[in-house]
């Protein structure tokens, strides 16, 4: 097998031998009129190349691009969708947070009313209690007074 390569190996590189021998005695044997219109032709054929291969990568890159612009776009929409809903229903959202402040507020109000109204109800009771205990303290020293008064006599 090795020598089956070597064969076609030793064949490749004699044939590139030849060429660039070939190659080199035309360049030699050319006149300059010659040799100038192959650079000519090399020159253009060079901007071909060029001009094709940019024309084949714009190709793929506006193919590659399609592919991923569908996602690109897909993206875009669903994000102007939602800042469009979100320019929408923000007047909405605002309110809404506005009357559940005022009425969290009017709740917290009507604790705070609760709260004085059961703290003046305690006050009261407290007060009241404390009228009764002195009015006990007063009869329970008048019915003294009298036990007293009734033995004195």
């Not at 192959?38 to 940019?54: I, M, P, S, V």
């Not at 800042?83 to 309110?95: A, D, H, N, S, T």
């Not at 329970?140 to 009734?150: I, Q, V, Y």
Request: glycine share 8%.
């Amino acid at each position: 097998m090795k020598a089956w390569l070597s064969k076609i190996l030793a064949g490749a590189a004699a044939e590139a031998g030849a060429e660039a021998t070939r190659r080199g005695l035309q360049k030699l044997d050319e006149s300059p009129e010659e040799a100038l219109k192959r650079e000519q032709r090399a020159k253009r054929r060079r901007a071909w190349l060029l001009l094709g291969g940019g024309a084949i990568g714009l190709v793929l890159v506006i193919g590659l691009m399609s592919a991923v612009l569908e996602w690109i776009l897909l993206a875009g929409f669903a994000a102007a969708a939602g800042y469009g809903g979100w320019l929408l229903l923000r007047p909405k959202v605002r309110q809404l947070t506005a009357a559940r402040s005022e009425r969290r507020a009017a709740l917290a109000a009507k604790e705070a009313e609760a709260e004085a109204a059961r703290e003046a109800e305690a006050a009261v009771r407290e007060a009241a209690a404390a009228r009764e205990a002195k009015q006990q303290a007063l009869e329970d020293e008048l019915a003294a007074l009298k036990a007293r008064s009734g033995r004195e006599d």
